[in-house]
């Protein structure tokens, strides 16, 4: 069996960001279009167990209705003690043992949904396995950066690039296996 990998999915503007300084997503509404999911509904159906931080997990729930990771093992990264539900953990201990506890176990794959600092961890810790970035046509000219300063260099391999009528380029990198 292949190792479970740990794959973060995420939009950019074309200036790097993932959100306007005070948490607003509403610019990734520029490349919406009916029945245009960009790949999503295929990349969620390799997936089983979703890690998220906290400040996100609070975002995912300001869209309203259902929770979208709802059939999914769900690990909310915080530093808060919370009770968990049937699929959903509050998870507050050592962030790179989670990933190597999960791997150790048959699944699916990993998807590492945000935010920055989470994903900078993650980074830093060199256990992201693959990037899936789609970069919007939005210059936001200042916000919440998708990548931090003070992560190690790493080699990252162009597995594929898609762009759409939207403007939207999509954008798969798997890290280079030394």
Same mark, same amino acid.
């Given at each position: 069996?292949?190792?479970?990998?740990?794959?973060?999915?995420?939009?950019?503007?074309?200036?790097?960001?993932?959100?306007?300084?005070?948490?607003?997503?509403?610019?990734?509404?520029? @490349? =919406?279009? =009916?029945?245009?999911?960009?790949?999503?509904?295929?990349?969620?159906?390799?997936?089983?167990?979703?890690?998220?931080?906290?400040?996100?997990?609070?975002?995912?729930?300001?869209?309203?209705?259902?929770?979208?990771?709802?059939?999914?093992?769900?690990?909310?990264?915080?530093?808060?003690?919370?009770?968990?539900?049937?699929?959903?953990?509050?998870?507050?201990?050592?962030?790179?043992?989670?990933?190597?506890?999960?791997?150790?176990?048959?699944?699916?794959?990993?998807?590492?949904?945000?935010?920055?600092?989470?994903?900078?961890?993650?980074?830093?810790?060199?256990?992201?396995?693959?990037?899936?970035?789609? @970069?919007?046509?939005?210059?936001?000219?200042?916000?919440?950066?998708?990548?931090?300063?003070?992560?190690?260099?790493?080699?990252?391999?162009?597995?594929? @690039?898609?762009?759409?009528?939207?403007?939207?380029?999509?954008?798969?990198?798997?890290?280079?296996? =030394?």
């Amino acid at each position: 069996m292949d190792k479970r990998k740990l794959i973060v999915y995420i939009a950019v503007s074309l200036d790097g960001y993932i959100a306007k300084a005070d948490g607003d997503i509403s610019w990734l509404s520029a @490349v =919406e279009q =009916e029945g245009e999911d960009y790949g999503y509904s295929k990349f969620i159906e390799t997936i089983d167990t979703v890690i998220m931080g906290r400040k996100t997990y609070h975002k995912v729930l300001t869209f309203g209705g259902e929770f979208p990771h709802k059939g999914r093992k769900c690990y909310v990264v915080t530093r808060s003690k919370r009770s968990a539900t049937s699929n959903l953990e509050f998870y507050n201990d050592d962030i790179g043992a989670l990933v190597k506890k999960l791997r150790s176990k048959p699944g699916k794959h990993i998807f590492l949904d945000g935010g920055a600092q989470l994903i900078n961890s993650y980074i830093k810790l060199d256990l992201i396995d693959e990037y899936i970035i789609s @970069v919007i046509p939005v210059l936001l000219g200042a916000g919440i950066p998708l990548f931090n300063s003070g992560r190690p260099e790493q080699s990252l391999k162009l597995h594929n @690039v898609q762009h759409f009528p939207s403007g939207l380029v999509q954008m798969h990198y798997i890290r280079h296996a =030394e």
